[in-house]
């Protein structure tokens, strides 16, 4: 999956979200979009420290650990972003970052795998 269309897809489905959970709030689509590009780059940046330093507990965890440091760069897009992206709280963070995981997932198997 390209770079943009992943970009595209998240900021689809922050907006789908936000309608699905009161606790998530997105201003705009425009938004959206600058939200995900944020996000893209705090996974690029931030991420692999991130996992660097849990990798003890995701591997006790078998992997699960690696959905909290999701939440947690969802939190730091929150704070980047001010207003115009709101998560009310940890555990919304984690349900929204479950269901991008599985949205994604889905997505790449389905609609967008290479022929």
């Known amino acids: 999956m390209g770079w943009l269309s992943s970009v595209l897809i998240n900021a689809i489905l922050f907006v789908a979200l936000s309608g699905y959970f ?7 689509f425009l938004s959206a979009v600058i ?12 991420r692999p420290f991130l996992i660097i330093l849990t990798l003890p507990i995701t591997m006790l965890t078998l992997g699960l650990f690696l959905f909290i440091i999701n ?37 790449q198997m389905t609609i967008l795998r290479k022929k």
Do not use: C, K, R, W
């Not at 009161?22 to 705009?28: A, H, R, T």
């Not at 704070?79 to 970052?97: Q, T």
């Open 71 to 107: 939440a947690v760069t969802l939190l730091m897009t929150d704070g980047i972003m001010g207003y115009a992206f709101e998560i009310e709280s940890f555990g919304l963070a984690i349900i929204v970052a479950i269901a991008m995981a599985v949205v994604n997932v889905v997505l």
């Open 22 to 28: 009161p606790g998530l709030y997105v201003d705009s």
């Open 35 to 46: 939200t995900s590009f944020v996000l893209s780059i705090l996974n690029l940046l931030v």
